[in-house]
């Protein structure tokens, strides 16, 4: 295990968290833990892959931190790790729901603050880079949709959490960074909006988000970075 570089991907069920782990896991120094709410579709996905662990978290669980940390249990160290979950949203703001807003921060924000909690003391002694994945329509000035209020509000949290969890920990080998992803051809830009096609496909991204956690934490931290050809 000490050999290997081991990646935790949080929201590897879909889209580009199912690429993503697909790229990291084609390399056999690469071990990975890929998590999702969705444990049988990751070990259907993940089968052939004998350096992916895949298991169940649910971000918006009372008990995910012991969760996270009895899968995490095992490891020594985590080399890095990158927070995929979403939440979706898509309706008018005087129609949002306690619910809406409960479920958007606590997977999008809470969930990911409590998972990053559980990885940091198995990131202390080798150092370790975080990668937040949050959207355009969280990056100040960038343009703004109606209907995703709950959504993009929740995503604009974690730029803040990763310009916050970078400066307290400025001292330490662990880094922050934060990706703020525009149209990529995936399930949830479908329910946010419907019929749109994006140029750009789950795998093309995964690739870059793959290359930029492996070797941006040597240049940055606490960055918020636009990656973006289109909002849609």
């Known amino acids: 295990m000490m050999n290997k570089k081991v990646f935790l991907v949080i929201g590897a069920s879909r889209g580009i968290g199912k690429a993503l782990v697909e790229i990291i ?58 927070n995929n979950a979403g939440k979706l949203v898509n309706k008018p703001f005087l129609e949002l729901t306690q619910e809406d807003f409960d479920t958007c921060y606590q997977i999008n924000v809470i969930g990911v603050m409590k998972s990053v909690q559980v990885a940091v003391p198995k990131m202390l002694t080798f150092g370790g880079h975080v990668v937040n994945i949050s959207t355009v329509g ?76 492996t070797t941006a934490h040597k240049y940055m931290s606490g960055k918020i970075i636009p990656v973006s050809l289109s909002t849609p």
């Open 25 to 82: 896991a084609k390399d056999p120094n690469n071990s990975v833990i890929a998590l999702a709410r969705s444990k049988h579709s990751l070990e259907n996905y993940f089968d052939g892959f004998s350096n992916v662990h895949s298991d169940f978290i649910d971000l918006q669980s009372d008990s995910l931190k012991e969760d996270l940390s009895n899968v995490l249990n095992s490891y020594d160290r985590i080399d890095y790790m990158i």
């Open 138 to 213: 969280a990056f100040q000035g960038s343009v703004k949709f109606p209907g995703l209020t709950a959504y993009s509000t929740s995503k604009a949290a974690v730029t803040s959490f990763t310009e916050l969890f970078s400066e307290e920990y400025k001292k330490t080998k662990i880094t922050m960074n934060c990706l703020c992803l525009g149209a990529v051809q995936t399930e949830m830009l479908e329910e946010a909006f419907p019929g749109y096609k994006a140029s750009i496909s789950a795998e093309s991204m995964a690739k870059y988000i793959y290359d930029f956690t």
